[in-house]
């Protein structure tokens, strides 16, 4: 994967001002994998702990004494400088000098000080949230220019629901742009586009990276399967239980698909869901209140908990196991919806059934998806996703060299092209 060595020294930060999800726990070794640096660092989150030290150069955990120091969020307002330095050693200083606290900051800085990181090496932040850019953006900014390398931001989330992003941060973003001093990305086509027509950001193409099934990590790999005709055709629900990924509709689209389903009887398939919960009467999380209550078999259509909570082999086992991945995630005026769910199916070659408002259309143009909202739509997918599935399975493996190639061409300064 990638060319080894396009750069020297690399220092991976992974820490809570991140996103805390799947990505949290896979991002540092597919961005080392990635990259392939002569040395590579890793900053590292004191919760992430399945990870070997030993494939890396120096390995850093943060501790619980440090912090970061949140005036940076508000440090774009149109404050006057001295009232910002007079609230910033009111709220923090005491601390420090007291011993309490070390700022995040000063962790960042003494490794790249440590490690005599220099203008041809680089910084990344793999999985950060919007929320917490004006924060780096200022740490970044007030390097030391004899330690300057480039840092590479990588957005884990979309910017319309946030309030941080005022026309002061742009401004500063796009100057350390221009000087080269940072490159900033996110996962997605469709953010990537946002951020720079709505809000003004100079933003790098978009970069994605793998997470549970990875083609750069044997242990992750398993046989693609192909269903046949005859055999019961699998729809994977996977991911804890929430509103907003439309957990509470998957009764009623089990119900929809049962009456599409019926239209057919001469050919009708035999359907399962595969769901990522507990279903027992009394542990059920209320979004599958209804799911629990439908009967295990209902008319052709089967409904199969896998358990609420899965260990990285069993989730990869169980995502396997499906035919296509239903994504019913809640339409969303305010936000534009991205999911590591779609990095999966792509990876593990699985066709996928999405709704309005996700923001990864082009990793789901290659014949291997398609877009349905209502319950009886969302039927009417997985019965035609069936009755066509080598058509998908072709798509599949489309999106899948699509999406390796943009895994194999991270964000790079201009110097090492």
Known sequence: MGQKNRID????????????????????????????????HLLLDDEIDNLSPGTFTSFTKIGKNVRFFDEYRGYWADEHPTLKKIKKFI?????????????????????????????????????????FLPYIIQIISELDTKYSPVFIVRLLAGFSYQDYHRVYGVTLVNQLVAEKKIILCCDSETVTEVAKTEYGYQ???????????????????????RWKAGEVFRIGVYGGPRQDKGSDRIASIAQALRYANSKA?????????????????????????????????????????????????????AFMACDVVLLPYS??????VGSGIVVDAVFARKPLIYTTGMSMIPFMVHGNALQADSDDEIANAIVEISDNYQEFAMGADKAFEFAKLKVENPPLPNAHY
């Open 265 to 317: 009887p001469e050919n009708a398939v035999k359907f399962e869901f595969l769901v990522q919960a507990d279903l027992t009467p009394g542990e059920t999380d209320p979004l599958y209140e209804s799911l629990a209550a439908l009967p295990t078999d209902l008319d052709g259509v089967r409904i199969t908990p896998l358990g609420p909570s899965l260990s990285g082999t069993e989730f990869i086992d």
């Open 203 to 225: 933003m790098a193409d978009p970069w994605i990276l793998p997470l549970n099934i990875s083609p750069f990590r044997p242990e992750t790999i398993r046989a693609v399967r």
């Open 9 to 40: 020294k690399l220092l991976i930060v992974e820490w809570g001002i991140g996103i805390k999800n799947g990505h949290f726990q896979t991002t540092p070794i597919e961005t080392q994998l990635a990259y392939r640096p002569n040395e590579c």
């Open 331 to 336: 339409q969303s005026k305010k936000r534009l």
């Open 91 to 131: 709220r923090y200083k005491y601390n420090y000098l007291l011993g309490r606290y070390k700022d995040f900051s000063e962790v960042l800085y003494e490794l790249i000080r440590k490690n005599n990181f220099q203008n041809s090496d680089v910084v990344v932040f793999p999985s950060l949230s919007p929320a």
